[in-house]
């Protein structure tokens, strides 16, 4: 087993919920870890500095890549880069904690590469029309930008077969509690 065993990683496409069940997770279940990513995507209100993401320019980024510093990484949408630092990931494993990384297809494909027996769980909309509600209403992309991730979003529903587990994101709290429950742990009572 890998110094990585025991990481679960959780993708799904765009505005299908991902951040809306780990911040729920993260606010419930505080023996849960949620990893926080590298972007260099500019942050949007209210985001914090390794609270929500290490915000990193297109060279520091380049940089670390270089150097092997990231578990994962991708460009996302043709846009930004995000990736998962490999030393905060093996540090809280060590810790014994119970690891998440919510991270797009691309960077689940690179963990599944380099650690096959972690566990991987998609998260999957109720619906194509549900999914795009929540796209564009959230308002923090322009029209040109959610047809982007929408274009991107077809893709990723078609890699659901790739996971190991499907949760899907009808009800927020639901989907968390049946995540942890695959993680191991049990749920918190309603």
């Known amino acids: 087993m890998s110094s990585l065993s025991g ?28 990893s926080v990513s590298a972007t260099t995507r500019p942050p949007r209100p209210g985001e914090q500095e390794g609270v929500h993401y290490f915000f990193k320019s297109a060279e520091e980024f380049d940089r670390l890549a270089e150097e092997g510093e990231f578990l994962e990484w991708a460009v996302v949408h043709g846009v930004n880069r995000y990736g998962t630092l490999r030393s905060t990931v093996e540090a ?18 690179q963990v599944k590469a380099s650690v096959p027996d972690a566990r991987f769980v998609f998260l999957a909309p109720p619906s194509w029309d549900e999914m795009v509600r929540r796209l564009v209403g959230r308002g923090t ?13 077809k893709l990723e529903l078609a890699a659901e077969p790739e996971f190991d587990h499907t949760v899907v994101n ?15 742990l049990t749920p918190n009572p309603r």
């Open 170 to 184: 009808d009800d927020v709290q639901r989907a968390a509690d049946e995540l942890v429950q695959l993680m191991g």
């Open 7 to 34: 990481l679960t990683v959780l993708a799904g496409p765009t505005a299908v919920g991902k951040g809306t069940v780990s911040t729920y997770i993260r606010d419930n279940y505080p023996q849960v870890w949620l």
């Open 92 to 109: 809280a494993l060590a810790d014994g904690k119970h690891v998440l990384l919510e991270i797009d297809l691309q960077g689940a494909r």
């Open 141 to 153: 992309e322009s029209p040109e930008e959610q047809q982007r991730r929408l274009e991107t979003a």
